[in-house]
């Protein structure tokens, strides 16, 4: 990790981003290093773009919440009265407590500090020995609103309040694989971690498919041949490839129920990298999602989620298939994050230096370019 260093890390990574791709590298060094890049990031970033706070089926009734974290600026996403998704702040309005943790059901919002209490609307419904306040109003008083919505069954939050919603920057990833209805896929599993590498070491571990017959030469490597991986050019909001599987892993194929998917469809994986963070495999039998919140240059704070089509589901076997999956996929996060931990420590090196790009590093590039078109924004 390096002090200082944005505006010059900047300058490396808008002249990497220049060239061809025929004449591509990886990133510089610095925007992984950084400090100052790093806050860089998260201002003109995370701030700024729609995040990905996991599945709209995991709060699935009124009161179900979860809590996370956009750039300093704790957030709860619940599930309101009237069933809708809503997200707020997740700091009290009399003396700044975090108010919820984790995830849970709450009938009413209770701050732990001194008991007032909010509606699942963010209104203020109680406050305990207020009356002698002349100032105090409690139908003023409402937790910060946070714009939310769901796209195509996930939950996304941003702190912007003028951004395009995402049906709108996003309807040519729906153009793709809307054949797969990703929206009625079921969520079987979801967790946290930290991994000890920049954030953006993991996005483009995961755009990539190149290291997959090495890094996951125990699990899925076995499931991809390199020459049936296809790279096209990214898009402003995301990039994308996919891949023919052969037979190696019943799970990633169409189930035998579903009459939809024809020829190849039945055997695509897509793996798509919505900017900046929500990154997600969609094959026809099953889904599994990263999604990435910087801890620094050196960590990140990781939402893992994965579940499987709906015929999969009905299928009298489910239970097993959700066993299968979830054990194939912490085995496959096991040598991930072996890989990725390890890019980290060696471009910490002072001998390294980043070398150029496979053409089925397509994503790795559209990324970087991606990266250095936000951070020209004022």
Same mark, same amino acid.
């Given at each position: ?138 139908? %003023? ?5 946070? @714009?939310?919505?769901? $796209? /195509?069954?996930? &939950?996304?939050?941003? =702190?912007?309040?003028? #951004? ?94 579903? %009459? ?5 469809? @039945?055997?695509?994986? $897509? /793996?798509?990298? &919505?900017?900046?963070? =929500?990154?997600?495999? #969609? ?96």
């Amino acid at each position: 990790m390096q002090k200082g260093g944005a505006a010059e890390a900047v300058e490396e990574l808008r002249a990497m981003a220049a060239e061809p791709f025929e004449r591509a590298r990886a990133m510089p060094k610095s925007v992984y290093t950084s400090l100052d890049f790093a806050a860089l990031e998260l201002d003109r970033i995370f701030r700024r773009e729609w995040l990905c706070a996991g599945r709209a089926d995991a709060l699935p009734d009124p009161g179900d919440y979860l809590t996370m974290e956009i750039a300093g600026e704790p957030i709860i996403v619940l599930r309101d009265g009237a069933g809708t998704l809503r997200a707020m702040s997740n700091v009290c309005r009399h003396r700044m407590s975090t108010l919820l943790e984790g995830r849970g059901r709450v009938q009413r919002i209770v701050c732990p500090y001194h008991a007032w209490t909010y509606g699942l609307d963010g209104h203020l419904r109680g406050a305990p020995a207020m009356a002698a306040n002349e100032t105090f109003r409690r139908d %003023a008083i409402r937790l910060p609103q946070v @714009r939310c919505e769901e $796209w /195509l069954g996930w &939950i996304m939050v941003t =702190l912007a309040p003028d #951004l395009p919603p995402p049906h709108a920057t996003l309807a040519e990833v729906e153009a793709l694989v809307g054949q797969l209805h990703m929206e009625n896929y079921v969520e079987a599993f979801r967790d946290d971690f930290r991994w000890s590498t920049n954030w953006k070491v993991l996005a483009e571990n995961f755009m990539e498919s190149y290291h997959l017959p090495v890094c996951h030469a125990d699990t899925i490597g076995h499931t991809v041949d390199l020459m049936k991986m296809t790279c096209p050019e990214g898009r402003p909001a995301f990039n994308y490839h996919y891949i023919i599987k052969n037979d190696a892993l019943d799970l990633t194929l169409a189930h035998p129920d579903n %009459a939809v998917l024809q020829g190849d469809e @039945r055997r695509t994986t $897509w /793996l798509l990298s &919505i900017y900046p963070a =929500l990154l997600i495999t #969609l094959s026809p039998g099953y889904f599994w999602y990263l999604s990435l919140f910087p801890a620094g240059p050196g960590q990140v704070d990781v939402l893992f989620g994965g579940g499987l089509a709906p015929e999969f589901v009905r299928d009298p076997k489910a239970q097993e298939h959700f066993a299968r999956l979830r054990a194939l996929l912490d085995e496959v996060n096991v040598e991930d994050r072996r890989c990725v931990e390890r890019v980290y420590r060696g471009l910490c090196a002072g001998l390294a230096s980043p070398g150029p790009l496979s053409h089925l590093e397509r994503p790795n590039y559209d990324f970087a370019r991606y990266l250095d078109a936000a951070l020209r924004q004022d």
